[in-house]
């Protein structure tokens, strides 16, 4: 009997790699098998699953509505109630920051999302706030068993993390868990956890970055939130309360004792919050704030960073990448943030900082 | 109040209450109703001899108020402010104190000033703390918030004083800080006697205590809990008395080194009503007696997965206490104390394990209980059995809140059945119990070791156990199928009311509505037992629930100072490359007196809107210029002089390009 072989190992545990999985499976028809740990309900979470994150370049906005689109739909056929929808608030509150999100606004309105100016003085006094309504938040425990029960129904093969990956002299990649070798074409690594764990820091690519985060679980609040959702882009923080009311989650790149005071000051009217929970994790993202994609180590692993927070959004797009049928625009966007162009990035670069002069 | 609930002065094995002083008879107020005390007595355990034995309700439900739960307290006077917030069972009793129980009360406060006569005669009558535990504000009253003192340095900060916080601060030098959360030195060796050839724990700590009283480089503070780590620094909240009066301050202290000699809890049988008054763990139904001569009832039952319940239930019975029978949900269990309890005509049944413990019919306080054929492969219930109290003991739980809340590692061992520390952490030691040793010799070696300077790597320390063919070890902490209705089954006696799930369920909640703060360690460890948590998991579920503290609005602000000021051609990251490689910066004029607003886009048609086909960006208001703005174009555009439009809210509105700015000459 010969060792099971798939076409893809997707290595990764968040609703994107599931996805991902599930769609080359089910619409690409790729032999696919998943390579994480299982998702575990008291575990915390390390980030929210929006259909729209931070953006001044049209083409994100454009793959974000049609991704989206697509994702709901999907979504919609698995299970009842994955999804919720919330109206986020994106404040700014430096100059370039300022001007970033203003962009950002028209760019999101021009595109067909429901943006606007919004003013909320118990929020920022100074800064400004775009508000995009209808936008579509993956519900925390109730979408992960969902799809990872969606996977098994479609005979999508679990393997532990813990399972080793190796390059095959010729061609290829062999996996070796709990003593049985199973092959595998290509091996895309569609999460953070799974960059970390595959590639060592010399091996990635020099765009992507690993930065420390923290994710934090609050007690029940007693009042509603501002906002069920606030992305501060200065202060690099999410908070996202459930339901209007009860329990926060904020999620806040730094260490923790530079995180915290951001988020306690990001919480405006909420009243003291006791902590529940916090986790402590690395974040990879990129340099100029652009999705990369690419292949990338010694071993050649296909890895997707930099999807921020609308990775499991634009799933059904990196589908079609990686299953070679990507549409024109699709190949276009995707290719442009390819690891082998590099030398071009500045045409994708998606930060508001460091302004460079051009002739 | 009197105090039905105390032991004769004169009980055997010292259960008169060594720490309480019945020559010195005392009276404070709690919740306006008056409670007799001795000198010597705390809070808590002042209020248990008086039969005030409930903290509150949780939905519906009677909670007992114990050592490991109680809601905080503050002198009436002073019970607006956090910095006033104390720990009953840190809190020595007074005379003359007027204290009340914080956090949100079952009956509404205004009734104490619109009808006071109501009051005081509802007061009367309470058993209760009468808080409502299900409530998201009962951590408000805690001294989370209190203001800090001054930063302490110290050379090191040992926290716990049993015997290997003791030994750990003996052989220390320099300024140590010794952090015990007890109103005395001693930790829990007492619980479990003289083991082997070992010192006696009395003598032990007798010895311990006299050199620590001798040592001045030494300061100790009793009735301080440590309740914040982070990196070197921990805060310690401390209960006084000044000049007769009680108060209360949060310190923080520094050192390079911060031994964690925490100790081992009792972890929580998981049964329905496990938390009801009347239901004790047997280590604090052992501190009660011996330090403060408190014992609730007359009778009592023993059910416990270790030997050590059945010394319990023989000290207990020379003391007086009527203990029914002891129950043992291990199969024939082997122990010198088994035997002795045979020899006193202590009735005694193995494999049985707490299946619920209710409310009796009779009332009093007393409770009705049921066990369970713990046998593998066998079912059953015993006859409800009436007793006076439940003394449910379980199987030890490493204390590592502290150590996880600053960042240290944790696994879950099966062998021993809980969570022990993993790894190391700079400048952090655990030591003793809560470093997994068993011995009392081991944990005195363990805490010696701990500040050693010698530079040389420590020998292995011996924590020897007697044959398990004389000594059977411990067994899990039982856990009893659930069961519908009343009678809640919490997975440890903390803060966090964890209930036992109903169902395993893959879909539950991150946090469900029953586990409205951190998890606790018991809780973990009893749901990996339950297996609703993987055995993989259950480390790093643990340290990140194990977090305290609030947050706050610091008035933390980004800065917003602009930058530097950019040539007028300077244009950010996100618009490279978006119009072609060379784009235009220039001077746009409205067709009509209007400011174009930053950000938005420029169409070659006033039919255009889709940003992917746009030509160009306003960038803002050029210095100097009242009406029009700078943009970024591209190059075409202007070449071939197309006109130009730029979409804002209200819609198209014609622009015209008045000039083109050039690139300063670098310098």
Redesign the interface.
Known sequence: VSDPHYDLAICGGTPFACLLAGLLTSVHHRRVCIVGDRWSPYRMPHGLDLSVMPSARPETWAMLKRGSAETLKLLGGIGRHLFERVDPLFVAEAPATTDYLGHMRWLALGTGFSAEKAVDRAITAEGTICRIRDVAILAGGKAEPALEAWLEDLGVRHIPGAAEIAPRREGGFTLQHDGETIGATQVVLADDEAILARLAASERHRLLSAAPMIALATAPATKALASSCVSWLDRGVIVHQRGGKGQVNAFATGEADAALPRIGASLPGAGPLHRAAEARFIRIGTADGAPLIGRMGKQHFTAIAGLGESAAFLAPIIARYLAGVPGEDEARYLEARDVTRAKTRASVADTPLAPEPIS | VKSPHRLPADAKHGFGGAAIDRGKPLSFRFNGQPVEAFEGDTVLSALLAAGIETAGMWHGEPVALDERFSPPIALRAKAGTPDAAMAMDRTPAVGGADLVALGPHERPLSLDRSAPWLARLLHHASHSAERRLDD??L??GTW??ATPLDLLEADAIVVGGGVAGMSAALATSGKVVLIERRTTLGGDARFFGTIGDEEPPDELIARLASRIAGTASITVLTSAEAFAL??NRLRVHQVLVENGALTARVMRLTAPRIVLATGAAERLPVFPGNRAPRVTGAVAAFHRAERFGVWQGHSAILATPHNFGYRLALLASDAGVDVQRVTDSRTAPQSRFVDFCKASGITLASGLSPRAADPAPQGNGALSVTFGVTIEGAAGSTETIPTDHLIAAGNWQPRLALWLMG?GRAAYDPRHSWLGARGGLDGIAVVGAAAGYRGTAACVRSGEQAVSSSGETPEPISDPQIDAIFETPPGITPIAPWRAGRGASFLDGGLSFALRPQQL???????TPGQ????SIGD?VA?VELG???V??AG??A???S??????????????T??AA??P??????????FGA??Q?VVLLPGDQRNL?????IYPSSDL????V?VG?V??QPPGVAIGARAVVARAVVAEGIALFV?DTSGPVAVQISEKLK?PRPA
């Open positions: 998201p504000r951590i408000e989370l918030r982070s990196g960042g369920r893959k879909d539950a909640p991150v946090l409205i703060y951190s998890l973990v749901a609703s948590i993987p993989a998991d790093a579920i340290e990140e629930r977090v305290g503290g609030e947050l706050a609005d610091t008035g933390w602000r980004p800065a917003t602009a930058p950019a040539a051609t300077d244009i950010p990251a996100y618009l490279h490359g978006r060379r784009p910066v607003e930053p950000g938005c886009l809107g889709d940003p992917l746009a960006v960038l803002g979409r690139a």
